[in-house]
């Protein structure tokens, strides 16, 4: 009878085992479904092959030709770009010089310098079209560098330019001057801060704010909550999404250690919504709304363009309705809904992304043009969810703190910030931001068509991204083209260009004519050679061929040795 008994316990015992190793499979494999089949969506793998990539560039003839253009388009080509070089030289001395000298000293300049364009051709073009990195002053929509030469700026300055340089320059002024007394006193409040808690409150339709001095750490600070309130240890953010360095939101490229506690999901799939309702562990889930404009795609840098295979499309409904979805998976399964606006908001909508796309979030993360010009990081969010102590357990805290947080001049230039989005002329410039910005892009598509120019540019309201119609190796060099027509760009180049909203529409106009210039002179000059054998995937095999072919060369010769014109 024991026996029988003990028997039974056994069976019942290895049968509840199994039992749980089937459900834990099949969990699994659900996570592994709902994984984005590029390398952004498998973190670790795009980790490991990273460092498998040998470095190896072009000689100063394969440069031109690593497409096996013929001699004729090859010989222009290098025409083009001596005449471009020789304009750097001469218009950007200073600005060049002042670069060279600074960019030993400052690793950020050195790195960005790195990555303007695919390795192969980094080096080269650092030599003969050198960075200038450097700007004397702002006006309108305008930036001026240390030789005088006046760009319109499509930088945005990494987005926190949304109502235009001079706004700023006064919010920081006027600001400064409403807390000069009190200074830069830390720990304790300036009596400004009340209003801005007010107005955050009223615009992200929550109950508390916390203020931080990035981006990076608001995020931080709403993840280490849901963590704490939900008790449950991963995060989720979907494939291609930043937001911003930290190790947990960064799992792939650019982190050296393995984010643990972190999945990345394919955006807008019903895989990730079943991985959402089944895994027990995930305490919140990330959105960055940016990534409507391309879903699961990382952010779209010229040092990734080898080839024509950028895509970007803005579905403002589609993008709203899987927001609505998630929102209601996220409800019935406690987890934290994150919206990540410290791009989007303020530039979207004066409610951000929430009221845009018309769905709620538990927490909000805003940034960068919330300063009014000065470094931010906020946090906005439900009550049950932004108390960092428990009342019944004194010992169990989240904590969070920051010296520099609620600095009394950033409160003072947020509140000119928060103030001017109140105004009947802040107003005005949100009633009609997409039609207006998705007519000057439908306009620049149809020029550049008639021109039959290889280029077309995608936008979600004021943010754009530039995308190339026919297989080519060397879109990358546009941005070189758009520099010389006056057109400032961020280090990412063609894959991102911000507006500021003060844009007029002949600042617009000026912004479209130098752009169809260039790209006409750039086609001149015979960089988009028209090869029907040229797809983007016979781009691709190449580039993995001379990959395998640097790899498996003897180590000593893997180094700094330019890969010469293939015979
Ligand atoms: C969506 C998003 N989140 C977070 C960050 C990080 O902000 P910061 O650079 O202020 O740390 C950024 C910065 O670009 C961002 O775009």
Redesign the pocket.
């Known amino acids: 009878m024991a026996l029988a008994m003990t028997t039974l316990a056994l069976y019942g015992a290895g049968g509840a085992a199994l039992a749980t190793s089937l459900v834990a499979l099949r969990r699994r494999l659900e996570l592994s479904r709902a994984k984005h089949r590029s390398l952004a969506g498998h973190a670790r793998i795009a980790r490991r092959l990273a460092t498998f990539v040998p470095f190896y560039d072009y000689d100063a003839e394969r440069f031109f030709c690593s497409d096996g253009a013929p001699a004729e388009v090859t010989a222009s080509r290098r025409i083009g770009f001596e005449r471009l070089s020789a304009l750097y030289r001469s218009r950007f001395a200073e600005t060049i010089r002042c670069t060279a000298d600074a960019a030993s000293g400052i690793s950020d300049l050195q790195f960005t310098d790195a990555y303007r364009v695919p390795f192969q051709y980094s080096r080269y073009v650092r030599d003969h079209l050198p960075s200038a990195a450097f700007m004397q002053s702002s006006a309108g929509v305008t930036v001026t560098d240390l030789d005088g030469n006046r760009f319109y700026d499509l930088t945005g300055s ?2 926190v330019n949304v109502f235009g340089y001079d706004y700023y320059k006064e919010a920081i002024e006027r600001g400064a001057a409403r807390v000069r007394e009190l200074g830069p006193v830390l720990g304790l409040y300036h009596p400004v801060i009340v209003e801005n808690v007010a107005l955050l409150k009223e615009i992200s339709g929550l109950d508390e704010v916390s203020f931080h001095m ?6 931080m600070q709403a993840v280490r909550l849901a963590r704490y309130h939900t008790r449950r240890s991963h995060l989720v953010r979907f494939c291609g999404a ?4 930290w190790g947990d939101v960064q799992p792939g490229i650019g982190n050296p250690l393995p984010a643990r506690e972190t999945f990345t999901l394919t955006d807008m799939s019903e895989e990730s919504l079943r991985v959402l309702r089944t895994q027990h562990d995930v305490a919140c889930v990330l959105v ?1 709304p ?1 990534q409507a404009l391309h879903p699961n795609g990382s952010a779209p840098t010229d040092s990734a363009l080898l080839d024509s295979s950028r895509r970007a499309h803005f579905d403002k409904e589609a993008y709203a309705d899987w927001l609505k979805r998630l929102r209601a998976v996220c409800s019935e399964q406690n987890i934290v809904l994150i919206f ?4 989007v908001g303020f530039r979207l909508a004066k409610g951000g992304a929430q009221e845009y796309f018309g769905v709620r979030a538990d927490l909000v ?1 805003y ?2 043009t919330l300063g009014g010009g000065l ?1 931010i ?1 906020v946090v906005c969010g439900r009550a049950d969810l932004m108390k960092r102590f428990r009342a019944e357990r004194p010992a169990d805290i989240c904590f969070a703190r920051g010296t520099f947080n609620s600095h009394p001049y950033v409160m003072a230039a947020m509140n000119e910030f928060l103030r001017h989005l109140q105004t009947p002329e802040a107003a005005a410039l949100y009633r009609d931001l997409d039609p207006t910005w998705n007519k000057r892009a439908a306009d620049l598509n149809n020029r550049l068509l008639e021109e039959a120019l290889p280029v077309e540019v995608v936008n979600m309201s004021s943010i754009w991204t530039v995308c190339y119609t026919q297989p080519c190796r060397y879109n990358w060099m546009l941005q070189y083209y758009l520099r010389a027509e006056g057109l400032a760009l961020s280090w990412i180049g063609t894959g991102r260009l911000i507006f500021s909203l003060n844009y007029t529409d002949s600042d617009f106009a000026a912004v479209a004519a130098r752009f169809v210039a260039a790209a006409k002179a750039m086609q001149r000059d015979g960089w988009w050679w028209d090869n029907p054998a040229l797809t983007n995937k016979s781009i691709k095999r190449a580039i993995v061929k001379e990959t395998i072919a640097r790899r498996l060369l003897p180590r000593r010769h893997q180094k700094h040795e330019p890969l010469a014109r293939s015979k």
């Open positions: 990494y987005g990035s981006g990076t750490e608001a995020v930043y937001h911003g360095w960055n940016l990540d606006e410290v791009f993360t940034g960068k470094p990081g």
